[in-house]
């Protein structure tokens, strides 16, 4: 996982989607690092497992964007962190709340719809936020938060703390010309951002090989001086290694730093996307052989750390906490009519 080289010229190559980086994987975690990461990631795949099936049940409305495959992503970069640093992304966003902490009650009950959720039923999928939890949204605007979240770090700076601000997007929004925007700014001004571009291959159903001149994005800062990094998005242990590192730059002041997360969604680009732009065997394959949860699985089980009855055991713990984020949701009132006219500005 070396830094991209400033000195050298960007040259365009197309990735096998089940290619890995050529580094190897971050330092072996402890037995309470890996059930902590087991547990966190099977909350976030078993919560969207759910909402998957909500959606089919037309309990869930608009647009519902799922994280499955994904999930070490987001739970590696959160056991780096520290308090107070924020998170913010784009539509693809139920991961990075439950990683953040936020109820899954609340956050089910958003996603029906009903006044206990996070914007009180107003939001839906994509826009919800907690500022107890540092989660500033979920965003449906392909690339807007990346600004955001440059703004974010820029009111770190000013306030002189030591916080980061991790500001997730995916390959396509890559592309968006405020990302480039952002990152002049970031780099003129030091700001303490850490851009996690997460490419899972296919941005809205689109190959990167088709739609990026240069498929190597962490080196898409090379034109603004920003280092840029490509992890393997599906271990989370290189995951977490990746983000101690890039947090510890920010933090000494050195500026923004691109984390490419090399990563891959299971699921089409949202509920209505039958994915057919690439093959089932492609997605099995990924399954079978790079699944971040099977990863941590295997290794509790080959060291003898866990036994198969521990595993199923935290297994049920997680799905009896979906179920009743579930059942909470379908019984939550409706908001009442009056918050059609709170949260507007005019």
């Given at each position: ?41 099977l909350l976030i795949r078993r919560f969207e497992e759910k909402s998957g099936q909500m959606y089919g049940m037309g309990l869930i409305g608009g647009f519902c964007h799922l994280y499955i495959g994904q ?276």
């Open positions: 996982m070396a830094l991209a080289n400033n000195k050298q010229a960007a040259t365009p190559a197309a990735r096998n989607p089940s290619d890995k980086p050529s580094s190897a994987s971050g330092p072996e975690f402890a037995k309470e690092q890996e059930l902590l990461a087991l547990r966190e990631m999930e070490a992503v987001v739970v590696g970069l959160k056991m780096a962190m520290q308090d107070g640093d924020q998170m913010i992304t784009a539509y693809r966003d139920h991961g990075h709340m439950i990683a953040s902490g936020m109820d899954p009650k609340g956050v089910m009950a958003e996603l029906t719809g009903r006044r206990s959720g996070y914007s009180r039923g107003k939001g839906g999928s994509m826009h919800m936020f907690s500022l107890e939890k540092h989660f500033f949204g979920g965003h449906g605007i392909v690339g807007a938060q990346v600004s955001l979240g440059t703004g974010l770090a820029f009111a770190n700076r000013y306030r002189k703390n030591s916080s980061v601000s991790l500001t997730f997007f995916g390959d396509g929004a890559a592309n968006q010309g405020q990302v480039a925007e952002s990152f002049n700014m970031a780099e003129l001004w030091k700001l303490p951002v850490i851009y996690v571009i997460e490419n899972n291959r296919y941005a809205m159903g689109t190959s990167v090989s088709r739609a990026s001149a240069q498929t190597d994005f962490s080196k898409r800062g090379l034109s603004f001086n920003i280092p840029g990094e490509q992890v393997d998005g599906m271990d989370v242990r290189a995951v977490k290694a990746a983000g101690e590192k890039a947090l510890k730059w920010c933090r000494e002041g050195n500026g923004p730093i691109i984390l490419e997360m090399l990563t891959y969604r299971y699921r089409g680009h949202s509920m209505s996307d039958p994915a057919k732009y690439r093959t089932k065997e492609e997605v099995e394959k990924m399954r079978s052989e790079q699944d971040p949860i099977e990863q941590v699985r295997t290794r509790l089980l080959a060291k003898k750390l866990a036994t198969e009855d521990d595993l199923k055991k935290i297994d049920a713990q997680v799905r009896a906490i979906v179920n009743e984020a579930a059942e909470f949701a379908t019984h939550d009132p409706e908001p009442d009519p009056s918050e059609l006219y709170t949260d507007v500005l005019a």
